[in-house]
């Protein structure tokens, strides 16, 4: 027993137990999925044990149903998630199945948590990744990775993020490569958080309906000017400098400034890079809706990370506890 006891003492200086010294998860017993049963039964584990169970279990990236029941058993890992006992794999994999109706939702509460820190700041970049699925996975298909030049098999994520590598909107997609609409729902859904100064993207966000709609919100677009085909391109480097001109006689732009806000794109690249760290990089899920889910649980373990080490006075950026 002593020996049990000075092993939960050494675990409570590890760093996954400073994943849950600064945040609660009570908020999770007030989605309607994991209420009681329409019996009156109740849980045996409670969904903010759970929830610290998988985030721990991320940490270590450690995946799938059965290696989290597995790694769960562990007294002193068991003990240090809030449990009184164990819990079975079927109560892991039932609560990954309701985790499912509710995942984006949990993510945008921990934005909320973020924002009320501060961690969010007056630019905000949008940009796409890869998802890479087993081959296993009869939902993910063959995609093209344009800045790799590469074809990959699996998905896609396009990731609004701002601050130190602080995700604070997301899409999963069928690939890399995400439509027009996806790009109009993930910046709505960041706006929906805080109104910035700048959004920056790439040249796949030249679209006119993308900088109008930021433009109205009173945002500045930053996206590099993509002539396409035609016969006639304009003279200019990013898209906005024609929107402005043409819809306003009062705001100028200098190019220079342009050019230093798209440079904290790779801002972005850095973000994305932090999230694979947390498991969104190789999913190990078979199916869309399982993997979509493991990762949404990436990005929430991005977020816990970043409060984490806000709350424990750490270097911006850092990704160890």
């Not at 794109?265 to 760290?277: H, I, P, Q, S, Y």
């Not at 929430?300 to 424990?312: F, G, K, P, S």
């Amino acid at each position: 027993m002593r020996s049990t006891g000075q092993s939960f003492f050494n675990v409570v200086e590890t760093e996954t137990l400073a994943l849950f010294e600064h945040l609660s998860f009570e908020f999770l017993t007030e989605f309607d999925v994991f209420a009681p049963t329409k019996t009156g039964r109740t849980r045996e584990h409670e969904p903010p044990e759970l929830m610290r169970g998988f985030l721990h279990c991320y940490y270590k990236d450690i995946y799938g149903i059965r290696p989290v029941a597995r790694q769960l058993h562990n007294t002193v890992v068991w003990l240090s998630c809030g449990f009184d006992s164990p819990p079975s794999r079927d109560a892991v994999g039932r609560f990954l199945t309701d985790l499912e109706h509710v995942v984006n939702e949990v993510f945008d509460r921990l934005v909320e948590q973020a924002a009320r820190r501060g961690l969010l700041d007056l630019t905000y970049c949008i940009d796409s990744t890869d998802v890479r699925a087993m081959l296993a996975d009869q939902d993910a298909s063959k995609c093209y990775d344009p800045t790799d030049d590469e074809y990959y098999y699996g998905y896609g994520c396009t990731i609004v993020s701002t601050g130190q590598k602080i995700p604070i909107a997301a899409e999963f997609t069928e690939s890399k490569q995400a439509p027009e609409e996806t790009a109009m729902r993930v910046t709505c859904d960041a706006l929906a958080v805080a109104t910035p100064i700048w959004m920056v993207g790439d040249s796949a966000y030249d679209t006119l309906n993308w900088h109008d709609h930021l433009l109205a919100a009173g945002v500045v677009p930053v996206a590099p000017y993509n002539a396409r085909s035609t016969d006639d391109p304009k003279d200019i480097e990013y898209r906005v400098e024609d929107r402005i001109e043409q819809h306003s006689e009062d705001v100028q732009l200098k190019q220079a400034i342009l050019d230093e806000r798209y440079n904290n794109r790779t801002g972005v690249e850095r973000t994305n890079d932090a999230v694979k760290d947390c498991g969104l990089g190789h999913v190990r899920a078979r199916g869309r809706v399982h993997a979509r889910t493991e990762v949404f649980l990436a990005l929430c373990l991005r977020l816990v990370v970043a409060i984490t080490n806000y709350e424990r006075g750490n270097e911006p950026g850092c990704e160890k506890l």
